[in-house]
């Protein structure tokens, strides 16, 4: 059920917002400021928007596919549904018992939403637009850290890094079974052609790559560097950025010869990562700020939002599909 609330809201927040009347048809990306509330950021020109009070301290967001709604992990049981376009707090999802903290993951269409609940052994799936729990997805494993959907829905992948195996849901089947992967997997991103899914092993320092039709792993090889937490598809499907905690480094790597192409160096370790929409730019949290990168030139372009009095941020980014 979906509690309404008229509250401001302060929020940890970064996310690739899309066509809205005031951003531009690119969109805007939403930075924590950290002197309290968000910075919107015009991503074609870098500029300031305006600033958009919001939430206490959410930990992962992820936004509409129509650039229209963010939905924001907010206290330990509950979803902030955040209007983009009006600058406001629309809805408070409540989760009731269950307590989400690093996987959110829209469909395609944004009409469903699943929601990691890490130490319950459980996905939840909720209906976007009402808030409604239509299903709760039992994996059986200590923490469900990150989530991803295949584009056709019918296949939940989940990263279980106390476990070393990533879950597959199926939810024609209504079935769940592991994979086994390398130490720690912390993520997990399917391919936009939905075949492949590529997983971050923090602890063993590898990329897995698992089929979608087989769920067999197809390959394991170094990830570029130590520790890698975060790996995402470019928008065509043709490279894969990883992030490492060990290193402020990106590793790119080609995702049909599944060979590293680049090493980019960055001012420190990245938090997260997102692509714009035309995939031109990449989107870098860092600890005091955030920095843009030409994915062609393999260049920081800027960094900004940085951080007033010497306090320091670490944003969530995330991109709708």
């Given at each position: 059920m979906?509690?309404r609330?008229?509250?401001?809201?302060?929020a940890?927040l970064?996310c690739?917002?899309?066509t809205s009347r005031?951003?531009?048809?690119q969109g805007?990306?939403?930075?924590?400021d950290?002197?309290?509330?968000?910075?919107?950021?015009?991503?074609i020109?870098?500029d300031?928007?305006?600033g958009?009070?919001?939430?206490d301290?959410?930990?992962?967001?992820?936004?509409?596919p129509?650039?229209r709604?963010?939905?924001?992990?907010g206290?330990?049981s509950s979803?902030m549904?955040?209007?983009l376009?009006?600058?406001?707090l629309a809805?408070v999802?409540?989760?009731g018992?269950?307590?989400p903290t690093h996987?959110?993951?829209l469909?395609r269409?944004?009409?469903r939403?699943?929601?990691t609940a890490a130490?319950?052994g459980?996905?939840?799936e909720?209906?976007?637009?009402s808030?409604?729990m239509?299903m709760v997805?039992?994996t059986?494993?200590q923490?469900?850290?990150?989530?991803d959907v295949?584009p056709?829905d019918r296949?939940l992948?989940?990263a279980?890094?106390?476990?070393?195996?990533?879950?597959v849901?199926?939810?024609?089947?209504?079935s769940?079974?592991?994979?086994?992967t390398?130490?720690?997997?912390?993520?997990v991103s399917?391919?936009?052609?939905g075949r492949?899914?590529?997983?971050?092993?923090?602890?063993s320092?590898?990329i897995?790559?698992?089929?979608?039709r087989?769920?067999?792993?197809l390959?394991?090889?170094?990830a570029?560097?130590?520790?890698?937490v975060?790996?995402?598809f470019?928008p065509?499907?043709s490279e894969v950025?990883?992030?490492h905690?060990?290193?402020?480094?990106?590793?790119v790597f080609?995702?049909?010869?599944?060979e590293?192409?680049a090493?980019?160096?960055l001012p420190?370790?990245?938090a997260?990562?997102l692509f714009?929409?035309d995939?031109?730019?990449?989107?870098?949290?860092?600890?005091t700020?955030?920095?843009?990168v030409d994915t062609?030139?393999r260049?920081v372009?800027?960094?900004?939002?940085?951080?007033r009095?010497g306090r320091?941020?670490?944003?969530?980014?995330?991109?709708?599909?």
């Amino acid at each position: 059920m979906i509690r309404r609330t008229t509250f401001t809201l302060c929020a940890l927040l970064a996310c690739l917002v899309g066509t809205s009347r005031e951003a531009s048809a690119q969109g805007a990306l939403a930075v924590r400021d950290p002197a309290g509330g968000t910075l919107l950021f015009d991503v074609i020109s870098l500029d300031l928007i305006r600033g958009l009070p919001l939430a206490d301290g959410p930990h992962d967001v992820i936004v509409s596919p129509d650039g229209r709604y963010a939905y924001v992990v907010g206290t330990p049981s509950s979803v902030m549904v955040v209007d983009l376009w009006r600058r406001s707090l629309a809805s408070v999802i409540e989760l009731g018992d269950f307590s989400p903290t690093h996987g959110l993951r829209l469909n395609r269409k944004g009409s469903r939403l699943w929601v990691t609940a890490a130490e319950d052994g459980a996905v939840l799936e909720l209906d976007a637009q009402s808030g409604t729990m239509l299903m709760v997805w039992k994996t059986g494993r200590q923490l469900n850290h990150r989530v991803d959907v295949t584009p056709d829905d019918r296949k939940l992948y989940i990263a279980n890094i106390l476990d070393d195996v990533v879950t597959v849901i199926d939810r024609q089947k209504v079935s769940a079974w592991p994979i086994s992967t390398g130490t720690g997997p912390a993520d997990v991103s399917v391919s936009p052609n939905g075949r492949e899914v590529w997983v971050a092993n923090s602890g063993s320092h590898t990329i897995s790559v698992l089929s979608v039709r087989t769920d067999r792993k197809l390959d394991d090889f170094f990830a570029g560097a130590l520790r890698p937490v975060r790996l995402q598809f470019n928008p065509s499907g043709s490279e894969v950025w990883v992030l490492h905690r060990s290193s402020p480094e990106i590793s790119v790597f080609d995702a049909r010869t599944r060979e590293q192409v680049a090493s980019i160096a960055l001012p420190e370790v990245p938090a997260d990562i997102l692509f714009s929409n035309d995939g031109i730019r990449a989107f870098l949290s860092l600890p005091t700020g955030v920095v843009a990168v030409d994915t062609e030139t393999r260049e920081v372009v800027r960094k900004f939002a940085k951080p007033r009095r010497g306090r320091s941020t670490s944003a969530e980014l995330r991109r709708g599909h």
